[in-house]
């Protein structure tokens, strides 16, 4: 298994190269439902202990539908294949510059939930142009066993997200226990409580913001994903919801530019434009851009042996 691993913001990616699972030739969300359905041991073992790492997220290139990308994309994380992901995507171009298969310019990658476009400005900083984006609804409040009640908005950006502004537990790097803690409470009472995004969508990211302004100036916030593990990067669907929510609420103009810091204090540039294309949804939607860098950190091949025990990774 070939693979070229790096981490954007500080939040890990492994692109697979060559070696994995066929898949077909269908529509990416079908072949990504495959993956989820039918290769849970292989994607798991690519992204956990001991051939991956905490954080991970994997990338699976894939032949494109559209002849017009330059890669089909698949993201999946420990716990679930995921619709989109921004700090994947960052890694992505850096991974295709680094193998030669792009050079500085713009190109389309196809994702199963759409196509987005990456500009590639130097071997280590893209812009991704991300997929429509919309607030689904305000100011949701959920009961949260041993926290209260908690409000927050449910917004899509290629995964769907609840987004609250006033944390319960302070977003500080040294409170990354608590807020891990208070972002699985969270998630849990959502699912408890049956409240999902548009079409039954499943908010299976949390985001926590606040105290309200960092150093420089914009908000810092914690993103539990669906496998606990929290991005060490602002996370690009998450920023992609969050732009939406602003947009909603008229606290951002399009073509504005603001800085979302991270938990560890890494940080993306974003800004969004108000999209043209004929909704799905009955909400406004925006195309957010997400500015940020990744580092190539590692190229290997991973040796699967089938007498390893741990072959699919470490299970707790
Ligand atoms: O950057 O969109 C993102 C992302 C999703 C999960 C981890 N990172």
Redo the contacts with the bound molecule.
């Keep these: 298994m070939l693979i070229v691993d790096s981490h ?1 913001e500080g ?1 890990p990616t492994r692109v697979i190269l060559e070696g994995g699972p066929d898949l077909g030739s269908g529509p990416l969300s079908e072949r990504a439902a495959c993956l989820e359905r039918e290769h849970k041991d292989f994607y798991r073992s690519m992204v956990v202990e001991p051939y991956g790492q905490e954080a991970m ?1 994997g990338v699976l290139l894939v032949e494109p539908v559209d002849p017009e990308c330059v890669t089909g994309v698949i ?1 999946f ?1 420990a716990a679930a294949v ?1 619709g ?5 995507t960052i890694g992505v171009a850096a991974t295709l510059a680094y193998i030669g298969k792009i050079g500085i310019g713009s190109y389309k990658i196809e994702t199963p939930v759409g196509i987005v476009e990456v500009t590639l400005s130097d071997k280590n900083t893209v812009t991704v142009k991300n997929i429509d984006s919309y607030r689904f609804q305000k100011s949701i409040t959920v009961d949260v066993e041993g926290i209260g009640k908690v409000t927050g908005d449910i917004a899509y ?3 769907w997200f609840f987004l609250v502004d006033d944390s319960p537990t302070p977003v500080l790097p040294n409170n990354i226990r608590s807020l891990t803690e208070t972002g699985i409470a969270i998630r849990e009472a959502i699912y408890a409580q049956n409240i999902t995004g548009d079409n039954s969508g499943i908010i299976d ?1 949390i985001v926590l913001y606040g105290p309200a302004l960092t150093q420089k100036g914009h908000t810092r916030n914690f ?1 539990l ?1 669906p496998d606990d593990a929290y ?1 060490r ?1 602002p ?5 992609s919801a969050r732009l939406a929510c602003l947009a909603a609420d008229n606290l951002l103009s399009a073509g504005d530019e603001i800085y979302q810091e991270s938990t560890i204090g890494s940080g993306y540039t974003l800004s969004y434009q108000m999209s043209t294309n004929p909704s799905s949804s009955s909400k406004a939607s925006i195309v957010p851009s997400i500015t940020g860098q990744a580092f190539i950190t590692r190229e290997a091949t991973l040796i699967f042996n089938p007498s390893d025990p741990l072959k699919n990774g470490v299970v707790l």
Excluded: F, Q, R
């Design positions: 954007t939040e997220v993201y994380d995921i989109m992901c921004g700090h994947g950006g290629g995964n990211h993103v994903c991005d990067s996370c690009g669907t998450a920023s």
